[in-house]
């Protein structure tokens, strides 16, 4: 059972910067396709970026494209979503998540293990 740890979720004003981790029990790059998702109150979890380290491939949601870039490394078994130019429309709980059972979904109910999640607030 893979087990997540988000860090790095905080406050922070619109236009600013923020990096969030997420930390593996163990190694998932070579395996897993890892992805960020993130929950606002009243809405639905909805996908933000995902990689797919063993072929290079990374997709970004059309409204964080160009704003936040998703990384990992491997040697650490941590994942990254670097977080630019935020919005107060970026605020909600982001969470980490893993699946070995597709390679390129953007769907939720897909994704087999997931982390606590981490709060992140954009002020106007």
């Known amino acids: 059972q893979v087990q997540l740890v988000e860090s790095g979720g905080g406050l922070v004003q619109a236009g600013g910067s923020l990096r969030l981790s997420c930390a593996a029990s163990?190694?998932?790059?070579?395996?897993?396709?890892m992805g960020w998702f993130r929950q606002a109150p009243g809405r639905e979890r909805e996908f933000v970026a995902r990689i797919r380290w063993s072929a290079g491939a990374t997709y970004h949601a059309n409204s964080v494209k160009g704003r936040f870039t998703i990384s990992g490394d491997e040697a650490k078994n941590t994942l990254y979503l670097q977080m630019n130019s935020l919005k107060p429309e970026d605020t909600a709980v982001y969470y980490c998540a893993a699946t070995r059972r597709t390679f390129y979904s953007t769907d939720p109910g897909e994704y087999d293990h997931w982390g606590q999640g981490t709060q992140v607030t954009v002020s106007s």
């Open positions: 163990e190694r998932t790059f070579s395996t897993y396709t």
